[in-house]
């Protein structure tokens, strides 16, 4: 059976970002604006970009923006040996204070890839 | 005149890398040795790999990281237009305390282009 | 019916500052003392303080430390204009790493509130 | 003699925005605009938002920034007591790692003094 | 009855851990081997090198490593004075920002000793 | 010749702090006082206390506290063995990005062996 986190860190997400922007004023409005033009397609590829906001995430250490990453890089089509890849520099970089968060998105690109066979 | 800010960069560097590798112990080795193919071509090009530690660098704040891999970054031929969506990603992910490393980050690319301008 | 987050915080919160009170030395009494001193009233009020105490809990993004603060900036009379506005500085200095903890805060303002409509 | 630290800072700032903006696309610029209009007076003075930002930036340990918001604190009126409450929350909240930067942070605020009462 | 978040976290730690394994490349193995044998006995006994890895955890702010850390000090005879000796640097080093991991790594603690005493 | 890198760190460090106490309020002073007893002999005995402290510097990146643990450790009697077995903790806790603070660090050590060998 496919397991529901991700399922349900969508719709926390979804529905706390709505009820921040509805309580939000202009410059709340602008900053959400501008964190997801930031990824888009342009000189470099949104694959790239979605790679360099999974490393952000991974050094500064940010769980929820970690799974956030992964979603966005499995439906790039970041391939395993291209994540397993990116961890790494992560690794590196940021140290072994990084590991916990790095079983935590393992574990989430697992349930990604399940979702994936699953047709879902 | 060309500056000579990476050149007094990658000389210190040079020098006390060396000094690190001949007191330090094996694992101190090994460490160094990871950091330095973790940045090879694999599944994602080494072209990839130093944007990713450039990345890192910005959102953890540390000029002589962003210097070192803004050097990297500019022999793998990234162009001006992607260093810049680079660093919006590190500038949205990790924030206006970013602002000063890339203050500085752009200074020492600039410093890049003119050695390439210079043939050095 | 009101949620019991906020209860649950704050009695996890006492009975573990209590254990390890009874358990640490001189030292860790006089931190956690200094830790309480530094909020009161003074050349700036308690309220502002504990805004500059809620923006340094998310800039370091610690979800304890922000719920704290959050609830003690209630207490202080902060406005809901006036904690988006402080959401915003950190959102703007800490970046997008934060929204993770905007959103739980968010959420424990909301519970926050509806304790204070219903009397308790 | 009046030292220009202050000057040199103020300069070095100027100029390398002027490169950034200059050289960045649209949303380097949207994200310069917000980290300016963040600050401007609303429900919370400007006043208490320079603070803000001075604690930010001292938990999260940025000379230039620091400085930057120390400026504009002296601009807003803060006064040396409301300075040295702000800095004592800064210290609590980020521990001991935050002195180095109160070194130079009280070194900037005494060259604003200095300029205030030699009148520039 | 003896709690079992020990049990939990080292269930979870080495089966996740066995998974990074199994997919991570040959940098990733290698990362995890010198992560392993730098708290070997050496010029410094394993005791003092395990309080070092407890300190960083603790400043840098990670739950599973400073529990992973406090295990493995309490199998190296730790005492308790030692230990809260210990979590006084994290919080001074630190600050209050560290109080929460400090509430829930004494409770850890805690539990090691209830399970010393069970004889597990 | 010496060089007197160490000097003139200990004369701004010295004069810097005066200058606060000068300032500052009581709670700035007894935080300060409690950064000095924090590291006096105890359970934990003082050279154990220092390697925390250099560790805590090291991995959260302070070049001003790394320096000054150094001289600390130094007096201490750390060896250089028990010195870099310790920088590879902070190098695996902390990942490449210690590794600039490591350089400045291990220069700042061999400094103090300079001023050791010259008895001064």
Redesign the interface.
């Known amino acids: 059976m496919v397991h529901n986190h991700l399922r349900e860190f969508r719709g926390?997400?979804e529905k706390?970002?709505e009820?921040?922007l509805s309580?939000?004023?202009l410059?709340?409005k602008?900053?959400f604006n501008?964190?997801t033009?930031?990824?888009d397609d342009?000189?470099?590829p949104r694959k790239?970009?979605e790679?360099?906001?999974l490393?952000?995430?991974m050094?500064?250490?940010?769980?929820?923006?970690v799974t956030y990453h992964i979603i966005q890089c499995v439906e790039q089509k970041v391939?395993?040996?291209?994540f397993?890849?990116?961890?790494?520099?992560?690794?590196?970089?940021?140290?072994?204070?990084?590991?916990?968060h790095?079983?935590?998105g393992?574990?989430m690109l697992?349930e990604c890839r399940r979702k994936e066979k699953a047709g879902s």
Chains 1, 2, 3, 4, 5, 6 share one sequence.
């Open positions: 926390y997400r706390r970002n009820k921040i309580q939000g004023n410059l709340t602008r900053f501008i964190d033009q930031v990824y342009g000189a470099l790239t970009k790679l360099l906001g490393l952000g995430s050094v500064l250490r940010c769980d929820d923006c391939s395993d040996a291209e397993f890849e990116a961890f790494n520099v992560a690794l590196v970089v940021g140290g072994s204070i990084v590991i916990p790095l079983r935590r393992v574990e697992e």
